[in-house]
């Protein structure tokens, strides 16, 4: 159970309470329409700064253990020599791991994301914790010591602190982060940060307080406290509530209105902090991602958004709602979500096969109505993802099909789930499922190293070290129980980075991708072809898949000549038809050439 908890972010849909009525509805920020997400798992994207790795001091360890960090390269199931002598499997190993990706890994990898077409990153928990995760804070004051350049140093330097937020210093690790912020800003990028606010870790500082003074805290009412511990009793009655009765991640408490007084002024402290550091909202956050945002009451999201939006009116919210979430937004909570929605009808589409796979008809109902849902502006802003930091990789659900979405998604739970690499087939799903994904309406997200070639099952698998150019990779060769198997060679996929690139510029390209209007064209279910257009100020798109395993040629009425904005092929109609040719497994983005209308 607590290795599973410590996906942290949850995938059973919670009853939502019922928004506020009568209250007109604001506008999602317009910026939101056009960007190209990508998700940043911070300790596995790049080791920038080894000298501020963690140690086994740092993470509180026994100074007997033999611990250190592992090699950024080696195979990911293979035990370092560390683990080998713990005597533990695989599975009870690989949490204690750390990497040592931090904020100086990614500001050197900016022109990298900058280079690949992305316009606004979102980046998960980056504060103070114990764990590789960081969903377990122990302050969210301020970004996690071994992100920075002096651990030891930061450390010493909030030694003096209060819950006052006068005394609040800026640690090493927070004036880096602050630097972050401004060379993504130089970039004409967007940033935005992993809000954790319905529990911390053990380690946090008001809950460390409660544990020791027990009801004379200060902090007593902060959290679910179920018994307080008796002392004149030998035993420590102590008892509170966890996040899914995970005891590493007490939740706040809450009444009627959301998160308590205490914690409730604390979050909207820090959410100042970060979206206003220094009193300059032009050096924060471009926005936040809030995690199991349906388990906090809406009254405490309508005020905190009030607060948001006041320090930069053009800041985005996205929830972390898994199912239908049309009642956080109606413009009091949320702009969007990440749309776990839109990924689950593609997986169905493009992955499953036999009587899991549904028509392309019910496929382009499903899409309609998942459209419907939500307010028009609302669906042009929705992260459109495939995959996550809480899911099997895009390539190894392709690898392992017909599953329920994020279920039985790891060889701990279900031994067929395939770990190997993924085949040239699943590749070329893999990029018709990106092609699908740049041209549909909302704004595509990108998990870190999909573009790379990066494959894995369900948490921890998901958050393998970044692969990069410049690195060599140990062949992946074992299991997670010791097995060997055939090994399977790792490296940096620079074809398929390129082909995402070139989606990507596509889309940038054309604004009829990024803010046009979506007409379904053909949903032919005996060819298993989908086609649809895209059409904004002139600028016309047509987008056909071929989901088939063979060869398809539809044939759709339109008149006109058009361009594969992929592969450059001129096209024309014959009689008002337009006839596409497409290999098994593929699809075009046609250009309507320029001057040439559809009469139609």
């Given at each position: 159970m607590l290795m599973r908890a410590f996906r942290v972010c949850c995938f059973v849909v919670l009853a939502a309470w019922m928004p506020a009525t009568g209250a007109a509805r604001a506008a999602v920020p317009d910026w939101g329409r056009?960007?190209?997400?990508?998700?940043?798992?911070?300790?596995?994207?790049?080791?920038?700064?080894?000298?501020?790795?963690?140690?086994?001091?740092?993470?509180?360890?026994?100074?007997?253990?033999?611990?250190?960090?592992?090699?950024?390269?080696?195979?990911?199931?293979?035990?370092?020599?560390?683990?080998?002598?713990?005597?533990?499997?695989?599975?009870?190993?690989?949490?204690d791991r750390r990497y040592g990706g931090d904020l100086q890994g990614i500001i050197d990898q900016l022109d990298y994301l900058q280079g690949l077409g992305i316009t606004a990153i979102y980046l998960n928990p980056i504060f103070e914790a114990y764990s590789l995760h960081k969903y377990d804070a122990s302050t969210l004051h301020h970004v996690d010591k071994n992100f920075g350049p002096d651990p030891a140093g930061d450390l010493a330097l909030v030694q003096n602190e209060t819950d006052d937020p006068a005394s609040w210093k800026w640690t090493s690790a927070d004036r880096l982060f602050l630097k972050l912020i401004r060379e993504v800003h130089r970039r004409g990028m967007k940033i935005i940060i992993d809000g954790v606010f319905n529990h911390t870790g053990t380690r946090f500082w008001a809950f460390r307080d409660v544990v020791k003074n027990q009801q004379k805290s200060?902090?007593?009412?902060?959290?679910?406290?179920?018994?307080?511990?008796?002392?004149?009793?030998?035993?420590?009655?102590?008892?509170?509530?966890?996040?899914?009765?995970?005891?590493?991640l007490p939740e706040f408490r809450q009444d009627a209105n959301g998160i308590v007084h205490g914690p409730r002024e604390y979050i909207f402290r820090i959410t100042e902090r970060w979206m206003s550091p220094e009193g300059h909202a032009g050096d924060g956050v471009d926005g936040w991602r809030l995690?199991?945002?349906?388990?906090?009451?809406?009254?405490?999201?309508?005020?905190?958004?009030?607060?948001?939006?006041?320090?930069?009116?053009?800041?985005?919210?996205?929830?972390?709602?898994?199912?239908?979430?049309?009642?956080?937004?109606?413009?009091?909570?949320?702009?969007?979500?990440?749309?776990?929605?839109?990924?689950?009808?593609?997986?169905?589409?493009?992955?499953?096969?036999?009587?899991?796979?549904?028509?392309?008809?019910?496929?382009?109902?499903?899409?309609?109505?998942?459209r419907a849902r939500y307010p028009e502006d609302v669906d042009y802003v929705l992260q459109n993802l495939y995959d996550?930091?809480?899911?099997?990789?895009?390539?190894?659900?392709?690898?392992?099909?017909?599953?329920?979405?994020?279920?039985n998604g790891s060889p701990r739970n279900n031994p067929l789930f395939r770990i190997d690499k993924p085949s040239l087939e699943d590749r070329r799903i893999q990029r018709l499922m990106a092609l699908f994904q740049m041209s549909y309406l909302g704004a595509p997200m990108i998990?870190?190293?999909?573009?790379?070639?990066?494959?894995?099952?369900?948490?921890?698998d998901d958050r393998k070290p970044m692969l990069w150019p410049d690195l060599h990779y140990a062949p992946e060769s074992t299991d997670p129980f010791g097995r060997p198997r055939s090994p399977d060679p790792v490296a940096f996929d620079k074809e398929l980075h390129d082909y995402y690139a070139k989606l990507i510029s596509v889309r940038r390209a054309n604004v009829a991708l990024r803010r046009g209007t979506f007409k379904t064209l053909l949903a032919d279910n005996q060819q298993n072809v989908f086609a649809f257009a895209r059409s904004s100020s002139g600028n016309e798109v047509i987008v056909v898949l071929n989901n088939a395993n063979q060869p398809a040629e539809p044939r759709l009425q339109l008149k006109g000549g058009f361009r594969d904005a992929i592969s450059g092929e001129q096209l024309r109609d014959q009689a008002g038809v337009l006839s596409v040719r497409l290999s098994a497994k593929s699809g075009v983005i046609l250009v309507r050439e320029s001057g040439i209308v559809n009469r139609e």
């Open positions: 056009d960007a190209i997400w990508y998700q940043i798992f911070p300790e596995r994207y790049r080791n920038g700064d080894p000298s501020n790795d963690p140690t086994a001091q740092q993470l509180g360890f026994a100074p007997s253990r033999d611990w250190h960090v592992s090699p950024w390269t080696n195979d990911w199931y293979a035990l370092q020599p560390w683990e080998r002598r713990r005597g533990a499997r695989f599975y009870d190993n690989v949490f200060p902090y007593a009412d902060w959290y679910k406290i179920l018994r307080w511990d008796d002392p004149s009793t030998p035993q420590n009655e102590f008892a509170y509530q966890g996040w899914f009765n995970v005891r590493d995690d199991v945002a349906n388990q906090i009451a809406p009254g405490f999201w309508r005020d905190w958004r009030k607060l948001v939006k006041n320090i930069n009116p053009n800041a985005i919210i996205f929830g972390e709602i898994w199912g239908d979430a049309s009642s956080w937004l109606h413009g009091d909570q949320f702009d969007g979500v990440m749309n776990y929605g839109f990924a689950k009808l593609a997986v169905r589409y493009f992955i499953d096969t036999g009587t899991n796979h549904p028509a392309t008809t019910q496929f382009d109902q499903e899409l309609a109505s998942l996550s930091h809480d899911t099997d990789r895009l390539p190894s659900m392709i690898r392992n099909p017909n599953r329920r979405y994020d279920q998990y870190y190293g999909d573009e790379a070639g990066m494959w894995g099952a369900d948490d921890p």
